[in-house]
């Protein structure tokens, strides 16, 4: 009988249970205790949640299966980010992840908090086979526009893995390499390579926007990370604007008139 048991140690016990066919998961709902009811139903929710998570992270290995079932040995995830912001670079990442890759919390980075993303990132860079970034300033942007330079970036990132790659998932479009590739419509969602360089993107231009808020002061871009926010389109009021602003975006563009 399961009555023997404080209800903090019924919690204990079911925080270590991960189906809710285990056998004490069954005896414990015979416990009619309200508060053994209430921690029973806590953990079921934990449970679904997890399954759901573990489903959901095999969807995401799909387009990686089907590169390793063609022979690919060397699978790497290209995304980019800072496409939309009024200033500072677009920054591309390349990520190859071992093929038995553990659920580290794979992602689209815009859905993770500042503190979760940080913390995958870090996970990250201690588990991938190799890391490529690739950085295409504001300039270049201006003379090619943000769509060649977002693809520029990626193949730049590309060039920068340590070991190259036979195969490419890429978010939302292709690149002028000559490595089999595959776009995939909001890939950040629907593969783990993706989205892991996404994370990595996207943590690595947040670092260069919180270094950019100390060499150029008052656009408040290391909470805005060049996007157009009022603290931001204040500061270009105020001072103008910076040699990392986009000079042909809108609004940047007119105070240049």
Do not use: W
């Amino acid at each position: 009988m399961t009555e023997k048991y404080t209800i903090s140690q019924i919690k204990e016990i079911l925080s270590t249970i991960h189906s809710i066919e285990d056998p004490m998961f069954q005896q414990l709902s015979l416990d009619m205790r309200k508060g053994v009811q209430a921690a029973l139903k806590s953990c079921q929710k934990r449970i679904e949640k997890e399954q759901k998570r573990a489903e959901h992270f095999i969807e995401m290995q799909y387009y990686e299966r089907l590169a390793y079932q063609e022979g690919a040995i060397f699978i790497a995830g290209v995304d980019e980010v800072g496409r939309g912001p009024l200033a500072g670079p677009v920054v591309a990442a390349a990520v190859i992840l071992p093929k038995n890759i553990e659920d580290l919390g794979f992602d689209d980075s815009k859905k993770l908090s500042a503190s979760k993303r940080e913390e995958i990132y870090r996970l990250i860079q201690e588990k991938a086979i190799a890391i490529g970034i690739g950085i295409v300033d504001a300039d270049i942007i201006d003379q090619v526009n943000i769509y060649q330079a977002s693809r520029l970036a990626m193949q730049q990132a590309v060039s920068e893995l340590k070991i190259q790659p036979d195969y490419l998932l890429i978010d939302a479009m292709k690149i002028d390499v000559n490595t089999p590739q595959i776009g995939i419509i909001k890939g950040d969602a629907k593969s783990i390579s993706i989205a892991a360089a996404s994370i990595v993107a996207k943590q690595v231009r947040d670092q260069m926007m919180q270094e950019f808020d100390d060499l150029y002061p008052g656009y408040d871009f290391s909470n805005n990370a060049g996007y157009g926010t009022p603290k931001h389109l204040e500061g270009l009021k105020t001072k103008g604007i910076c040699p990392i602003h986009r000079k042909t975006f809108a609004p940047i563009k007119d105070y240049l008139k």
